[in-house]
């Protein structure tokens, strides 16, 4: 059973474990404030692949028939910012939402993975909030790269959360709250494409190696953000990721 983050601190990077009263332990027994560090991801992924339409609800509130196989698309590194970070909404845009996903952290390298062994190969998991600038969008069979690779729009973190701790990810209640109101609220239950079907998709045709991450799409619940909000992405038995608007 494992829960860790990685922080900035001191000008050093570092693993960090929480307390019961929300402070963080480091590696040499230093005990330092959630307000004292730099959050960062707590993963740094060779390679990110994401899932559009993973919920059929979120398909049917954009007015799209659910896909009948996984639509996936990569994202850049790029992307990532841990919790607590600022996410800058570009001038001039009509729609930006937060998506709140499960993200799965590939433990060892997995090539061919068989559905029944799939868990055998996840290391853990972590919460992702993958924003989406709509005014960008071609169509979403064909994800335009400015939609979804945008520098910093994808928060990461607090924790990686062992598959042991975590327990079965298929049973996981997700809420996003704006500004401390419940805007999105969905179970993983609810995937089209469970995380064995994906793991076992997707290695068929590539090898994942320790650290990737697979996002796995986010349920119904679509709500603009504007400068100033707080965003919230939680799952059950992982954490709360936040995050701000600039």
Request: charged share 25%; with cysteine; glycine share 10%.
């Amino acid at each position: 059973m494992m829960r860790r983050a990685r922080v900035a601190w001191n000008g050093i990077v570092t693993e960090a474990e929480p307390l019961d009263d929300g402070r963080l332990r480091l590696p040499d027994g230093t005990i330092v404030g959630e307000l004292d560090v730099m959050w960062l991801p707590p993963v740094e992924p060779g390679v990110i692949v994401a899932l559009g339409l993973n919920y059929a609800e979120h398909a049917g509130e954009l007015s799209f028939v659910a896909p009948k196989e996984p639509l996936l698309f990569f994202k850049g590194k790029n992307t990532l910012i841990g919790h607590r970070g600022r996410t800058v909404r570009p001038e001039g845009v009509n729609m930006m939402h937060y998506e709140c996903e499960l993200a799965v952290v590939i433990g060892r390298p997995a090539s061919r993975v068989r559905a029944e062994r799939a868990y055998d190969y996840i290391f853990g998991y972590t919460i992702a909030n993958d924003y989406a600038v709509r005014d960008y969008l071609e169509n979403y069979y064909r994800p335009n790269f400015r939609v979804k690779n945008r520098d910093r729009t994808t928060p990461l973190g607090p924790w990686i959360v062992s598959h042991e701790e975590v327990g079965d990810p298929m049973a996981l209640r997700l809420r996003t709250y704006v500004n401390g109101a419940v805007v999105q609220e969905g179970y993983t239950g609810d995937m089209i494409f469970s995380i064995p079907y994906l793991l076992e998709y997707i290695t068929e045709f590539m090898t994942l190696a320790p650290g990737d991450v697979i996002l796995t799409g986010t349920p119904k619940g679509a709500v603009n953000v504007q400068p100033g909000d707080e965003v919230v992405a939680e799952i059950e038995r992982i954490g709360r990721l936040i995050n701000y608007i600039v």
